[in-house]
């Protein structure tokens, strides 16, 4: 039975920050980038980690280099 990804295989990202920054929703986002919508939420909350090739594509998107968007390490909090 699969659980996701170990905790040493953890992708931690921006997605859902970066989206309700420009005000898309999930299902905006996964039509841009020729996902199904679901897909968008699996990532937002870590429970899928993207090719390397759609990490490019989201942060193509967003037009931020790709470590704005994703890294092996939990983003520091806003305000903190």
Known sequence: MDEGPSR????HNRIAMLRAERG???????EAL?????TV???????YSP???LALRI?????VP????????PF???GS
Do not use: C, D, K, N
Request: charged share 30%; proline share 2%.
């Open 66 to 73: 790709v470590e704005v968007v994703f890294s092996t390490r």
């Open 8 to 11: 040493s295989e953890v992708v």
């Open 24 to 30: 898309i929703t999930r299902r905006q986002l996964a």
């Open 34 to 38: 020729e996902v199904h919508y679901q």
């Open 51 to 53: 090719s390397l090739h």
């Open 76 to 78: 520091p909090r806003i």
């Open 41 to 47: 939420g699996y990532l937002e909350r870590g429970e």
């Open 59 to 63: 942060a193509e998107h967003f037009e």
